[in-house]
């Protein structure tokens, strides 16, 4: 089946620092969807990219997807604490859904 | 007030007992879902139902059971065949199941085996 890998686990950064994750796939994905989870909390859906090269923009997030639509990436610009959270990558549909394993962002005052 | 919940939000549960976690959704949605999440590992599924009275098996659906006998309502059993039961349950729904669904999630149930 289908895999993919994102990186890094772990992301320890400063207050006003830029991050950013990534999932990576071997094959060509039809689709990408964003998820932040907070500490204890649920996850809750960010972004969707469809289309080859497409990149979106929610304030200081930009969420990038591959010319090949093999790969995906989130870069938040001058991190908050409110930016604490864990990020993953969901691919495919119905029973046939692909996680990424997560990013897990602190951020440090 | 549309949206997904879950209850009871923690659970614990001795050895040998089955337990029914509960998710309710009244956003209209076709697909439902259930996943498991252990600390420092993404969501696993483990029960995924595209329509009333139909579901299918997940990655990890062993020591698991589900019912979806209304729309509204997709409520998952932890049977004592579960080896390793503690976990964070998560569950979702989805408008039709489609790869370009949005998924909607509940806010979880801890559950935890004495």
């Known amino acids: 089946g289908q895999q993919v890998m994102q990186i890094p686990q772990y992301q320890h950064v400063q207050e006003g620092e830029d991050f950013t994750t990534y999932c990576n796939s071997s094959t060509t994905l039809s689709n990408i969807q964003w998820y932040k989870q907070r500490p204890g909390g649920h996850p809750v859906f960010l972004i969707q990219l469809v289309k080859s090269g497409e990149v979106k923009k929610q304030k200081r997030l930009t969420f990038q997807f591959g010319e090949a639509k093999k790969n995906s990436s989130l870069h938040i610009t001058a991190t908050q604490t409110t930016d604490v959270g864990t990020y993953f990558c969901?691919?495919?549909?119905?029973?046939?859904?692909?996680f990424g394993t997560g990013t897990q962002l602190k951020v440090e005052l | 007030d549309g949206g997904i919940t879950q209850s009871p939000k923690y659970l614990f549960r001795k050895e040998g007992q089955n337990v029914t976690l509960s998710c309710e959704q009244n956003l209209n949605h076709d697909a439902m879902y259930w996943y498991r999440q252990d600390p420092g590992q993404g969501l696993r599924l483990i029960y995924y139902?595209?329509?009333?009275?139909?579901?299918q098996k997940g990655d990890i659906a062993e020591g698991y059971s589900v019912s979806r006998e209304k729309k509204e309502s997709f409520p998952l059993t932890v049977t004592s065949a579960q080896k390793n039961p503690t976990a964070f349950y998560l569950c979702a729904s989805a408008t039709s199941g489609g790869h370009t669904d949005t998924q909607y999630f509940g806010p979880g149930t801890r559950l935890t085996v004495l």
């Open positions: 969901i691919t495919g549909g119905g029973n046939k859904l692909t």
């Open positions: 139902s595209q329509i009333v009275n139909d579901f």
